[in-house]
């Protein structure tokens, strides 16, 4: 059972999830418990480590974020004992869950389960652990998982202890066809592909993180998403809650052509103009950038009409919109480019579903919709499942919006 930070916000909801644990207990299953920090409590630990020294050593800012789930872990175990159950808060390198040394967005590499598998044997005891951290063995030092790092904790576990199922609890009863506060006409689904997950999470949808999707998918652990605001008393332990299953695709019977639409407005578009349409310009480019670890979304080359010069256009995450610009101006001479325009205020929308495998014209009915909205698409990038459009920030709600009633998401 993995618990957002709005699910133990305060004490009353800490409460509150201890009573959905026991209902589990009670019911007579082994439980390991994941909890985030307090919602709020990151972003003010972050904020805390920038303001001392905004280009900060990256193991320090994970000790410093960690503290927000160490807090919520004693809190839970403390909360369950009160109910008269047993309960061990466990951090990150207690366990331990090792990660890579990549501080701020480390990988788990391996989770020893024995200890906490030995205790639901002999003590039938809660296991209530720290989300979002590690620890790199080598150095002994906490390591944190990147932004939304919880889900991939509680689905590294689930895979560790052998869980039948991996809960995550939060503040919507599921996964929707797009984001529930965008979108109040979004529908929730009752199953979604790992694949079909991966891709939303990766392209905008933040309720999971894209390494526990990937996660779940290879140690195939079913992972479903449904909310804490339910009432812990009025769920059956034995029954089928509201919620979203993300499974296998064998596991879902009939498909939509589109399952779900997602959006991102952390874009930013930089083109480069009028460079010589010649063998290696590509490479001019995108090597850089590269080596500058940034990575690369939507690409758009124009075909040059003269056979001379053309344009280049494409994406970065808006975080590394600074850097990216300052890359491709420092290779200036190398690529031999005239202009550089750039644009902050994009959007990606993207429209996701494994039933576009099979079924041509998907993305042209969404580009005559768009038009006739009179928003401009500024770069597509399509792929087996999915496509992808970059639009002006300002049309994103309006753009989605229309999307979803096109692909009959409304009434799904
Ligand atoms: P937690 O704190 O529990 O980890 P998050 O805020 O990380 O919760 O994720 C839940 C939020 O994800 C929801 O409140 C919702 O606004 C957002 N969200 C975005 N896209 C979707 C979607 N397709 N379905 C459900 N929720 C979505
Ligand atoms: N507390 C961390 C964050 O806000 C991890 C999580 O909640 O998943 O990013
Ligand atoms: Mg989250």
Not at 253 to 262: D, K, L, S
């Amino acid at each position: 059972m993995k618990f957002g930070g709005t699910s133990v916000a305060n004490i009353e909801r800490i409460r509150n999830v201890a009573q959905h644990v026991k209902r589990e207990v009670d019911a007579g299953h082994d439980v390991a418990v994941v909890v985030s920090a307090m919602s709020g409590k990151t972003n003010e630990l972050v904020a805390w480590a920038t303001e001392t020294s905004p280009l900060h050593d990256a193991r320090e800012y994970d000790a410093i974020v960690a503290s927000g789930e160490q807090v919520t872990s004693g809190l839970l175990a403390i909360a369950l004992q009160a109910l008269g159950i047993q309960a061990r808060s466990w951090q990150g390198w207690q366990i331990p869950i090792q990660t890579s040394e990549a501080h701020a967005s480390a990988r788990i590499t391996g989770i020893d389960g024995t200890e906490l598998i030995k205790r639901f044997k002999e003590r039938k005891e809660v296991a209530v652990i720290a989300g979002f951290q590690g620890i790199h063995e080598p150095t002994g030092r906490i390591t944190t998982l990147g932004r939304g790092g919880s889900d991939t904790s509680a689905v590294a576990i689930a895979a560790a202890i052998h869980a039948d199922r991996c809960d995550i609890y939060t503040d919507v009863d599921g996964v929707y066809t797009t984001d529930p506060r965008v979108v109040p006409k979004a529908k929730r689904l009752e199953k979604v592909a790992f694949e079909e997950m991966l891709e939303m999470a990766s392209l905008g949808a933040k309720v999971l993180q894209v390494r526990s999707v990937e996660l779940g998918m290879v140690h195939n652990v079913p992972v479903f998403v449904r909310s804490s605001f339910d009432k812990p008393e009025d769920i059956d332990p034995h029954g089928t809650p509201p919620g979203t299953l993300i499974c296998s695709e064998e596991e879902i019977m009939e498909n939509q052509v589109v399952t779900g639409i997602a959006f991102s407005k952390d874009e930013a578009q930089i083109s480069v103009r009028q460079i010589e349409d010649k063998p290696g310009i590509a490479a001019a480019i995108f090597g850089p950038l590269a080596d500058a670890s940034i990575n690369v979304d939507m690409i758009v080359q124009n075909v040059s009409e003269d056979g001379k010069y053309t344009d280049l256009t494409f994406t970065v995450p808006a975080s590394e919109y600074n850097r990216a610009k300052d890359t491709i101006t420092k290779a200036k001479d190398k690529i031999g480019y005239k202009a550089m325009d750039s644009a902050t205020d994009v959007a990606k929308v993207s429209v996701i579903g494994i039933g576009m495998r099979s079924h041509a014209g998907v993305a042209a009915q969404a580009f005559k919709a768009l038009s006739e909205r009179n928003i401009n698409i500024r770069a597509i990038t399509t792929s087996e499942i999915k496509f992808s459009l970059l639009i002006d920030a300002a049309y994103t709600e309006l753009a989605v919006r229309t999307l979803h009633t096109l692909y009959g998401l409304d009434q799904a």
